[in-house]
């Protein structure tokens, strides 16, 4: 079962086709009725399943606000208990096409993951800083940015909007591996491929925690 929190709206899929909603009581829902369901003050966690042909049902199930909270606070201290371990097994490819896994960057000093999506608001608004972020540590870096938008998606959305990170798409199956259920969430790797570090959430404070702990594991690599 998906769980859905506020920051995750993108995770239903609601521009692709091989996914279908539903109510608990089996109605079909329209993707438009679906968003206004997600923005109103009722709480869902999503029920997927795939289906025969291949595609996927997606059930919205409605759950109290005590649940909600209690199903976040599980997913976050999943995510942050993935510190002291290393990125987990993957094999994509970035936007230029290219192959990606998690020995692309061994050795290297520092590697900043920041999980993301097309249309997450916060996600979008942290982006200039990140880009600052890469200008500030030009060398013994690496910026990569997993979503699990397609090509297409993020094509689109570079067209109006920068980011200097390296992006990696279709990157749903390692978003799962690593616990990734708020966006936009940042982990900082060291360059024996441990987690050293998860930053959940978009703030001013946020990016200064980045750009410490970076300054933090370069002085120890150093």
């Known amino acids: 079962m998906l769980v859905l929190a506020v920051p995750c709206y993108g995770q239903l899929h609601l521009d692709d086709p091989d996914y279908t909603y539903q109510s608990v009581d089996g109605k079909v829902l329209e993707k438009s009725k679906v968003n206004d369901l997600l923005h109103s003050r009722q709480h869902y966690s999503l029920k997927e399943t795939a289906t025969d042909d291949g595609k996927f049902l997606v059930t919205l199930v409605p759950i109290t606000n005590k649940e909600f909270h209690q199903i976040i606070r599980e997913k976050k201290r999943l995510a942050r208990e993935m510190k002291g371990e290393k990125v987990p097994d993957y094999s994509l490819e970035d936007q230029q096409g290219e192959p990606i ?16 999506f097309t249309t997450c608001p916060h996600c979008i608004e942290e982006i200039p800083k990140l880009n600052e972020i890469v200008k500030e540590f030009p060398e013994d870096v690496t ?12 094509a689109n959305f570079l067209k109006d909007n920068r980011f200097d990170y390296q992006i990696v798409t279709s990157a749903k199956s390692l978003a799962q591996d690593m616990h990734i259920r708020s966006y936009p969430s940042h982990y900082l790797i060291d360059q024996e491929g441990v ?11 946020v990016i200064r925690k980045v750009k410490r702990n970076i300054r933090k594991l370069l002085k120890e690599a150093s």
């Open 101 to 116: 896994t998690n020995h692309t960057f061994d050795y290297q000093k520092v590697t900043v993951y920041n999980f993301w």
């Open 195 to 205: 987690i050293r570090k998860v930053i959940i959430g978009s703030s001013n404070h």
């Open 143 to 154: 910026f990569i940015a997993p979503t699990f938008n397609t090509h297409t998606q993020v």
